[in-house]
């Protein structure tokens, strides 16, 4: 069975930082393309970051360049987005994909 469930969101303060984890499991995961999406209240999803299936290849939404490093671990089948600096703006559901496969999504709140 085919599972990608992120984890790692939360409440935070502007300035703040958070690492969301993206697990995968029940299919070949380490030649997917990854990225993660998010979407604000409203909305429509948008593209945050995509890495490729080496790792040796990113791209970001201009928005989140230079704050946002997203990483994989292949070993461990899963998908990192470590966010600094974080702004009000960045609150949304994040969500990650795996070629196909979509998650359930996170929250992530940047509030004082």
């Known amino acids: 069975q085919v599972q990608v469930v992120e984890s790692g969101g939360g409440l935070v303060q502007p300035g703040g930082s958070l690492r969301l984890s993206c697990a995968a499991s029940?299919?070949?995961?380490?030649?997917?393309?990854a990225s993660w999406y998010r979407q604000a209240p409203g909305k429509e999803r948008a593209l945050v970051a995509t890495?490729?299936?080496?790792?040796?290849?990113?791209n970001y939404a201009d928005s989140v360049k230079g704050r946002f490093t997203i990483s994989r671990d292949n070993a461990r089948n899963t998908v990192y987005l470590q966010m600094n600096s974080l702004k009000p703006e960045d609150t949304a559901v994040y969500f990650c994909?795996?070629?196909?496969?979509w998650g359930q999504g996170t929250q992530v709140t940047v509030s004082s």
């Open positions: 994909k795996l070629g196909a496969y």
């Open positions: 029940g299919f070949a995961y380490s030649g997917y393309i």
């Open positions: 890495i490729s299936g080496s790792g040796g290849t990113t």
